[in-house]
């Protein structure tokens, strides 16, 4: 089975991004050879300006952030500056170490999107940064715009069989058995033969918290008091059931989801809040209608914006999320995580600490065909079977027995444990 693309835009983009953006970087490498020498690299005491560069994936975007001490540690005094999608833009001005968000709209149109990209590409040649850390894995879109945003240094990823004109000053392997937090500090470190220790990312505070403004809670707090099934001062579990429309197949069937909710909402001491975006609010909707007319659900999917959702992951008990973006925000807001996981592996994903005592369980079944999903082909997805096994077989008895635990751990302030893999046999 070969993953769906239900986004046609990022469809379009990765199209362009294959074939226009292999014939601009082979004319771009001949141009860079033609200029080579002409600029000087700054060291790192010359840093004043650096730009880091990270379009798609809000949740890799909250895994950069560890990135961000880095350099600020690297790099003092200096302005860091983010480039995105609009998107994101929200969640990029939560973090306090970032001077600058810039976003590009993609949402408008791949026309409107090139335009706007070009406008950038001239705004940042005027910024003269100093400093360009492509945080994209493999596209080429990335590298054009890093040669063409004219930095004195950029860095980027590179992999064998993915050329992308070595258009980067520093080319830095991305390694596939590291966790993507840890590929991020690499790439600022930009040798291969000074690798960055893995404790970086596994220790209680890896994760730097992202901290919404204080009116985004009492807004959600007023959009929950108006639900017949909200209790106020009761714990809350959250459930996410989507993972993105770019990789459908991360999702935990929706049936399975349904199961669980029913077992959730029958309990009178605990608030169910249903999350996702404007565009995945219909089949939340679906999956509640699934779970049955007398389930006490809320669904707050496509209501609340991002601060709002950080901000309700903050004062959840326990937060039960696909393989996702929802997952990686709830794990910076200092919620404890059930993540379920399948195409994709814990290894480069899993969640990360940002307090100490936060607990994470991981449900991932490692099958010998798993994960099928990778970052050096966009994250195709390519199954063995007509539906996801590595999903389908999660159960929802496995994923509930989790939910207690967490549960009674936050009730009793249990012992703090580090995060731990449940790996479900088959």
């Not at 945003?149 to 069989?161: E, I, L, V």
Request: with cysteine; proline share 6%; glycine share 8%.
């Amino acid at each position: 089975m070969r993953g769906v693309r239900s986004n046609r835009l990022y469809a379009v983009a990765l199209w362009i991004d294959r074939y226009v953006g292999s014939i601009l970087c082979a004319l771009l490498l001949v141009a860079k050879r033609v200029f080579a020498g002409r600029r000087r690299s700054p060291s790192d005491a010359e840093v004043r300006k650096v730009l880091l560069l990270k379009m798609w994936g809000m949740g890799s975007i909250v895994l950069a952030s560890p990135l961000l001490e880095a350099v600020r540690a690297r790099h003092p005094g200096a302005r860091i500056d983010f480039l995105s999608l609009a998107e994101n833009r929200s969640i990029v001005e939560m973090y306090s170490g970032i001077d600058r968000a810039i976003a590009i709209d993609l949402r408008r149109g791949v026309l409107s999107f090139l335009v706007s990209t070009l406008r950038t590409i001239w705004a940042i040649r005027r910024e003269r940064y100093d400093l360009l850390l492509d945080l994209e894995f493999f596209t080429r879109f990335s590298a054009i715009f890093s040669f063409l945003a004219g930095p004195r240094r950029s860095h980027g990823f590179s992999a064998k069989g993915k050329w992308r004109g070595k258009l980067h000053d520093v080319e830095v392997p991305f390694n596939a058995y590291n966790h993507v937090a840890l590929n991020f500090l690499d790439l600022l470190r930009g040798d291969p033969m000074d690798p960055v220790d893995p404790a970086a990312v596994s220790g209680p505070h890896s994760l730097p918290p992202l901290r919404p403004p204080a009116a985004a809670w009492e807004r959600c707090r007023e959009l929950l008091a108006q639900e017949p099934h909200w209790r106020e001062g009761e714990p809350i579990a959250v459930v996410n059931p989507n993972a993105g429309d770019m990789a459908l197949e991360r999702r935990w069937p929706g049936e399975q989801v349904a199961e669980l909710l029913r077992s959730l909402a029958g309990r009178d001491a605990l608030n169910v809040v249903m999350i996702g975006s404007p565009g995945e609010r219909g089949y939340v909707e679906s999956v509640v209608r699934a779970a049955g007319n007398g389930v006490k659900v809320v669904n707050l999917a496509g209501r609340i914006d991002v601060a709002q959702l950080v901000a309700l992951l903050a004062h959840a008990a326990v937060v039960v999320t696909n393989d996702s973006g929802p997952l990686h925000i709830a794990a910076a807001a200092g919620a404890a995580t059930i993540a379920l996981f399948g195409p994709e592996t814990p290894v480069l994903y899993g969640p990360l600490r940002s307090r100490a005592g936060q607990r994470h369980v991981v449900h991932y079944r490692k099958l010998a065909c798993s994960p099928c999903m990778f970052v050096h082909d966009n994250k195709v997805l390519s199954c063995w079977f007509a539906q996801a096994q590595c999903m389908t077989g999660i159960q929802p008895a496995e994923v509930l027995a989790s939910v207690d635990a967490l549960l009674a751990e936050a009730k009793g302030g249990g012992p703090a444990r580090a995060p731990q893999l449940r790996a479900i046999d088959s």
